[in-house]
């Protein structure tokens, strides 16, 4: 098959990678504006790098934080903001997009997350469509009990970066969960042992990949293992991204929790 000419991604590769971005609970960006993952025909970094039809990636935070960026003079937080979370979003993509068929790997300079048509393989996980399956919605983070405080700065921090928050337990995006009310007995030394106030981050990609994962099709192993590639790589990349927007989060290895405490410094404004 003749490779797209230069400055275009190869069409069967684009329409793969919005479906896994989608499928993973993410948004695509469209334009130069975010949020979302930002999908874009690769750059030749030297004369002989080729690299026809193949496809780089960038995550687009907010509008707010990109503006905050631009315009923030040196030693203000808004500037590594940006870098940090589209660092933390680009990683996260680079390790589960593979569970979806799709090899990514940073270019020779660095400089680009690339997906190219050399890399795929013959066959992926397709999500085929279908009527989706009655799920309760479960109870939104208020109706859990969460403080009003831990849930406006999450809220600000996730908006800046450019991540959905889960309207309620069975929402796409970022999940909140109280803590056991007398902390993880189980956390080890100098981690938590007392949680008043505080919630547990999860993550939950779309309802298309989560209904397949959970039925009797023949697709449901591969979803299955999408759906925890999905998990384990926005669970690293949760704790970069908020953190350096604002929220105070901590990894308790021992529970393999992500935790959210509250406001860590001053919010970023333009």
């Known amino acids: 098959m003749t490779p797209p000419p230069p400055g275009r991604v190869d069409p069967d590769l684009a329409d793969r990678l919005t479906d896994a971005v989608l499928l993973s609970g993410l948004?695509?960006?469209f334009g130069e504006e975010g949020p979302g993952v930002r999908i874009r025909p690769a750059r030749p970094a030297t004369d002989s790098?080729?690299?026809a039809g193949a496809a780089a990636l960038d995550w687009l935070p907010s509008p707010r934080l990109s503006g905050a960026a631009a315009m923030a003079e040196p030693g203000q937080p808004a500037g590594p903001a940006r870098e940090v979370v589209g660092t933390a979003m680009e990683n996260a993509l680079a390790e589960f997009l593979p569970a979806f068929g799709l090899e990514a790997a940073r270019d020779g300079s660095g400089r680009e997350l690339r997906?190219?048509?050399?890399a795929l393989p013959a066959a992926g996980l397709r999500v085929p469509p279908g009527?989706?399956?009655?799920r309760p919605a479960g109870p939104t983070p208020a109706e859990l009990g969460l403080p009003a405080a831990l849930l406006d700065t999450l809220r600000r921090s996730a908006a800046l970066a450019g991540l959905?928050?889960?309207?309620h337990l069975g929402g796409t995006g970022i999940t909140l969960a109280p803590c056991p009310p007398t902390g993880d007995a189980a956390a080890g030394p100098g981690e938590d042992q007392g949680a008043e106030g505080a919630a547990d981050l999860g993550w939950n990609p779309s309802r298309r990949l989560a209904d397949l994962a959970d039925?009797?099709?023949?697709?449901?192993?591969a979803a299955a293992t999408?759906?925890?590639a999905v998990d384990a790589a926005m669970r690293h990349a949760l704790g970069t991204a908020l953190r350096a927007c604002g929220t105070e989060l901590?990894?308790?290895h021992a529970v393999q929790r992500l935790r959210v405490y509250g406001e860590s410094v001053p919010t970023i404004r333009r």
Do not use: F, I, K, T
């Open 131 to 134: 009527v989706l399956a009655a």
């Open 250 to 252: 901590r990894w308790l």
């Open 115 to 118: 997906v190219g048509p050399p």
């Open 164 to 167: 959905p928050l889960a309207a």
């Open 215 to 221: 039925s009797d099709r023949s697709e449901a192993p």
């Open 49 to 51: 790098d080729r690299c």
């Open 27 to 29: 948004p695509v960006a």
């Open 226 to 228: 999408a759906r925890a």
